[in-house]
């Protein structure tokens, strides 16, 4: 139905059963291309196919075809973290408070199974219809905790400014206060919309301020957030590990907590409201069957006496091989996989009632709604002018602002830049038509999400000519001829 997202060797897609309706995302990996990544895939199999719950990408099983690897999971309609985040402003503090809190269950989840993801960011965030967050995208995830003996991690992996300062600069590390840490980088780019510094590093004028307690001379990011969840940061992000707030401190924390009200004393709650968070139960026996070896880049965990099919993985998000400083990893998302087929898909949708909403306006206007949309995206505008007449405006407008650009399918037009810090990023624009109109549809394909959204804003303020300003929901890119490119 739709490219979901992609990376260098892999892309994400979201399939949809003709006869029942029923959905999900499909991750295809390039092996002919990457054969590098089999082993990585062979760990990230082994630890996500394990995981069951609610605040976790579910995988339903996988697939090898010759060269090529397909890994179905659970489809979140709601898209990524980082679309719900305003560049430069971020979303309401109770808002930032719901979402983050199922982020720490997520974690307390993964950690109580003995698992560190390692690429906490807003792109690997996921979000369901119904608003529930979900952790996605484990390749990088390992196995600190085994039969109850913990190790130290070495491998130095992550997205730059989410990384803790002794995943930077020491030679080994513990897993669990460097999640906490990029937690915490998450709930500065909810509540400000920026984030706070490139990389928490000495040579980092911003963290080191930061580092010194020296607010008098911070940067405007920290006078956007209240004291309340300020002081919780200032636990979280502390560089020194072990005074690291742990996940029990953090959910007791006054913030997490606090109920938020409108100035007429009425109760604040998030636009969709999820049901309470399950309890789950960890059962020693059923995790792990792995075996572990050394922390290394060709992957530091591997199934032992498991016969799941098996082959190479390349997560979208994430670098195949070493950490490199100079490239900032691309976004999409995640998973894992189980080869005894699907156990129940967690969408199901007549055809008919498949929708796609744009989402340049208010969400609350198609909160209501009672059908299953494609996957919600803020980053797509509809327009009033023909296939060929928009291609032909995009093409003059892409020139203008000096983008390097390149169209090799009709209506399909691939942007590469670099974001303020000189981090590659690469997104995408997608003419499609539904109904006899135009919808241009944007997604990011490498890099920082908020970096992406800010060139979004200028593209879209230049295109004001040729928008038209239309309904939330349209029908249609289910039908027939609801073809990127193609009238």
Not at 213 to 235: F, G, H, I, M, S
Not at 381 to 402: D, H, M, Q
Not at 432 to 456: A, M, N, T, Y
Request: glycine share 8%; aromatic share 8%; hydrophobic share 35%.
């Amino acid at each position: 139905m739709q490219i979901l997202g992609e990376g260098t060797f892999a892309e994400v897609k979201l399939l949809v059963n003709r006869e029942t309706g029923e959905a999900c995302a499909m991750k295809e990996i390039d092996l002919g291309r990457n054969p590098q990544a089999a082993e990585n895939t062979k760990k990230e199999i082994c630890v996500h196919k394990l995981l069951k719950h609610q605040n976790i990408v579910q995988c339903y099983g996988s697939r090898l075809d010759g060269k090529r690897q397909f890994i179905f999971l659970e489809y979140c309609s709601g898209g990524e973290l980082f679309d719900r985040i305003e560049p430069e402003i971020g979303m309401p503090e109770h808002q930032a408070q719901y979402y983050f809190n199922q982020i720490i269950a997520g974690l307390d989840y993964l950690h109580h199974r003995g698992v560190a993801h390692r690429d906490i960011k807003p792109e690997n965030l996921l979000l369901t219809e119904g608003d529930v967050l979900k952790i996605s995208d484990f390749g990088m995830a390992t196995v600190f905790r085994h039969q109850g003996k913990e190790r130290m991690l070495e491998r130095r992996c992550g997205t730059m400014p989410y990384m803790s300062p002794e995943v930077l600069l020491r030679p080994n590390y513990n897993a669990e206060p460097a999640d906490i840490w990029s937690a915490g980088i998450v709930l500065v780019a909810m509540l400000t919309g920026e984030l706070p510094w490139d990389q928490a590093t000495p040579d980092q004028y911003d963290f080191q301020i930061w580092k010194d307690q020296e607010y008098d001379q911070a940067p405007r990011t920290w006078k956007r957030v209240d004291n309340l969840p300020l002081a919780l940061l200032r636990k979280i992000l502390l560089q020194s590990p072990s005074r690291r707030y742990t996940l029990s401190q953090i959910q007791n924390h006054i913030w997490c907590k606090k109920k938020f009200k409108d100035s007429d004393g009425k109760l604040l709650e998030p636009e969709l409201i999820s049901p309470p968070f399950k309890k789950y139960l960890v059962n020693p026996g059923d995790l792990i069957q792995c075996r572990e070896t050394s922390d290394s880049d060709n992957g530091d965990a591997f199934c032992k006496g498991d016969n799941v099919a098996v082959s190479a993985r390349l997560s979208a998000s994430q670098p195949a091989t070493a950490f490199k400083p100079t490239r900032s990893p691309s976004s999409t998302s995640s998973t894992e996989i189980d080869k005894d087929g699907f156990g129940g898909f967690t969408q199901p949708a007549q055809m008919s009632d498949l929708y796609c909403g744009s989402q340049s306006g208010t969400q609350t206007q198609t909160q209501s709604q009672p059908y299953q949309r494609l996957v919600k995206r803020m980053t797509r505008f509809w327009v009033k002018t023909s296939i060929t007449e928009t291609e032909k405006f995009l093409n003059g407008l892409l020139g203008k602002l000096k983008y390097s650009y390149r169209c090799k399918s009709r209506g399909i037009f691939t942007i590469d830049t670099t974001d303020r810090r000189g981090a590659m990023l690469t997104f995408k624009a997608t003419l499609i038509q539904v109904d006899q109109k135009i919808l241009v549809d944007f997604r990011l394909s490498r890099g920082d999400g908020l970096e992406f959204k800010k060139h979004f804003g200028q593209i879209k303020k230049n295109c004001k000519e040729v928008i038209e300003s239309g309904p939330i929901m349209w029908p249609a890119l289910v039908a027939a001829d609801a073809i990127p490119g193609v009238p």
